[in-house]
């Protein structure tokens, strides 16, 4: 059975920085993409980094030079490093595996998320 927990998150100052991380459980981790997404109050998830199961990395236009996703298959784990962050990435942080071409989660049930709050 797929699990997928996040942590890390918290509540931070603008301009602050913070790293997650997210183990998998029940897959083979190192043959599949990963990605990180948020979902802000009110708006639907969305993707924020992606690494592939050869260490490339994707990352859309709102990410902005911001955010660097990494993996470590030894640890079944990726990892989002955040900086400079802003109040509107307010959002619970969310993993799941990617489709490389659209990017769209892999799993159906996702983990519980990671809360994280940017103060202004």
């Known amino acids: 059975q797929v699990q997928l927990v996040e942590s890390g998150g918290g509540v931070v100052q603008a301009g602050g920085a913070l790293r997650l991380s997210c183990e998998g459980f029940g897959f083979v981790f190192r043959i599949y993409n990963m990605g990180w997404y948020r979902q802000a109050p009110g708006k639907q998830r969305e993707l924020v980094a992606a690494v592939s199961s050869d260490g490339r990395t994707h990352y859309p236009d709102s990410a902005e030079g911001r955010f660097t996703i990494s993996r470590d298959n030894a640890k079944n784990t990726i990892y989002l490093n955040m900086t400079r962050l802003k109040p509107e990435d307010t959002a619970v942080f969310y993993c799941?595996?990617?489709?490389?071409?659209?990017?769209?989660?892999?799993?159906?049930?996702w983990g519980q998320g990671t809360q994280v709050t940017v103060s202004s």
């Open positions: 799941n595996a990617a489709v490389w071409t659209n990017f769209r989660p892999v799993f159906g049930s």
